[in-house]
């Protein structure tokens, strides 16, 4: 949908529930994205209405939103693409809306334009890394934090390491960062109803296949299992979902140690919570993160974790009680603690059992959803938007 069609699609302006623009850079298959549909669909539908402005453009992934919620695509070109600010602000001028909700760096520059436009509450959350800065050292984006910050009024981090990297070297005051940790959804991924003693041991993954998630170090250690482990190994199986520019890479590292036949990479899926039900184990091997919704999810489904040593998988992994830990792009650390898991199989169900404890005890939806709609009330309150008032009267 155009800008121009969308806005003759929007509402009329006679419902009083605030409005919330939620601006990212691509409507598509991801972590962030799914957090968005999550906290869209979950928060009350007399509290709040909502919009998606997605920068560059989305695909049909936006048909997991409600029916109701409108989604914009501004198609900024390649580069500077200075005209999609024009565009933003017109939108936002006929749009009207309450809050402007950003997501990551490339939607933050959104935040001036906003301010412009008059919009009352601007909100901007981090959710993770990006493959260009792994460790946060980047500069450049440091200084556009700082410096783009004084347009936002509450910036949110999903992880207490991001929110450190906010307050210790992008210099956002304290007072300013928020941090609301990802929910997932206990309901929809739940741990299946019983295991085949019989059936073969499942290692899976699962995110957009990128340098950044690192899924070439899994298959590295997926195929060092044949020495570690030889006489479990024929009954291990190896399921990569997702897809993206690293696909080949991984495909090339098991067809050329003979192990294709006992991977499963389908790409895309529309049932993640049945496929992970199918796993035993989970693994994230990535180089840098937030709070993976995948590892939550895992952690709903019963499945004991292995994960990198970076970013927030810390805050999420309990080393020894819900999974392990191992260091970032070492294939041979991953492969002996995912061999120990197959060893031991009654272990990783027990490990499972209380990931899932701690999902549901510190990662609950309900929890996530809460908090944002407490920071949209408590900005639009501070801010006397009509909207709110009218919500309050």
């Known amino acids: 949908m155009s800008v121009r069609a969308a806005v003759v699609a929007a509402r009329d302006g006679q419902d009083s529930r605030p409005l919330v623009a939620h601006v990212l850079y691509r409507l598509d298959v991801g972590g962030l994205e799914s957090i968005l549909v999550e906290l869209i669909r979950s928060m009350p539908r007399d509290a709040y209405r909502h919009v998606v402005i997605c920068i560059a453009d989305y695909t049909s992934f936006r048909e997991r939103l409600p029916d109701d919620v409108p989604v914009y695509a501004l198609n900024k070109p390649p580069g500077l693409g200075l005209g999609m600010f024009v565009r933003f602000w017109r939108l936002l001028r006929r749009l009207r809306p309450d809050v402007v909700h950003s997501n990551n760096l490339a939607a933050l520059e959104c935040q001036p334009v906003a301010a412009l436009a008059g919009v009352p509450a601007r909100v901007h959350a981090e959710h993770g890394w990006d493959v260009a800065d792994l460790h946060g050292t980047n500069r450049k984006y440091q200084l556009m934090r700082r410096v783009l910050s004084r347009w936002v009024h509450r910036h949110v981090a999903v992880s207490a390491d991001l929110a450190g990297y906010l307050r210790e070297r992008a210099g956002v005051p304290a007072a300013r960062v928020q941090h609301i940790y990802n929910g997932v959804n206990t309901w929809r991924f739940h741990p299946r109803r019983e295991r085949d003693p019989d059936a073969p041991f499942v ?49 090339r590292v098991l067809a050329d140690a003979g192990v294709q036949g006992q991977a499963f990479l389908p790409g895309n899926r529309d049932d993640i919570a049945e496929q992970l039900r199918q796993m035993d184990l989970f693994a994230l091997p990535s180089l840098a993160e937030g709070i993976p919704v995948t590892v939550l999810e895992a952690m709903a489904t019963g499945l004991p974790v292995v994960a990198s040593r970076v970013g927030g998988l810390p805050e999420l992994v309990v080393e020894g009680q819900t999974g392990a830990l191992v260091p970032p792009g070492d294939a041979s650390a991953l492969a002996l603690i995912l061999a120990a898991y197959v060893a031991d199989p009654e272990a990783a169900a027990i490990q499972g059992r209380d990931a899932r404890e701690r999902a549901e005890q510190a990662f609950s939806l309900e929890a996530m959803v809460t908090q944002y709609a407490d920071l949209y009330g408590e900005l639009l309150q501070r801010r006397g938007s009509p909207s709110a008032a009218a919500q309050r009267n």
């Open 203 to 251: 290692i899976g993954t699962v995110g957009r296949m990128q340098r950044v998630k690192d899924q070439v170090t899994l298959a590295h250690a997926f195929v060092q299992l044949q020495a570690l482990v030889p006489e479990r190994f024929p009954n291990l199986r190896l399921v990569c979902i997702g897809d993206g520019p690293e696909y080949e890479a991984v495909r």
